[in-house]
């Protein structure tokens, strides 16, 4: 089993910045591939990004390439997704997310509780 908690979410204006953090807890950190997702009111989950085991291999969505960038340190067992140039469009419930495999195969196995994220205009 991993348990994974989530932080770093909160208020900001359109155009800051936030840092969100996964720590994650119960086996060994660098066997999991790692992602975020978010859900907005009324819409699915979707994918945000994507880390393999070893932080080398990271996919963006569309939406959100060239101001979001996941990073992890599997030293310190976080996974992290650094957000800039935030938009309102951006707001959402941020989850963690973990697969029992080095590289990511959208068979997630282990979700964090989530935080929100809110971007006012």
């Known amino acids: 089993q991993v348990q994974l908690v989530e932080s770093g979410g909160g208020l900001v204006q359109a155009g800051g910045s936030l840092r969100l953090s996964c720590v994650a807890s119960?086996?060994?950190?660098?066997?999991?591939?790692m992602g975020w997702f978010r859900q907005a009111p009324g819409k699915d989950r979707e994918f945000v990004a994507t880390?393999?085991?070893?932080?080398?291999?990271?996919r963006v969505t569309d939406s959100v390439r060239g101001r979001f960038t996941i990073s992890r340190d599997n030293a310190k067992n976080t996974l992290y997704l650094q957000m800039n140039s935030l938009k309102p469009e951006d707001t959402a419930v941020y989850y963690c997310?973990?697969?029992?495999?080095?590289?990511?195969?959208?068979?997630?196995?282990?979700w964090g509780q989530g935080t929100q994220v809110t971007v006012s205009s």
């Open positions: 997310a973990a697969e029992r495999t080095a590289d990511w195969y959208a068979q997630v196995d282990f």
């Open positions: 119960g086996r060994p950190f660098g066997l999991y591939a």
């Open positions: 880390t393999n085991w070893n932080g080398h291999n990271t």
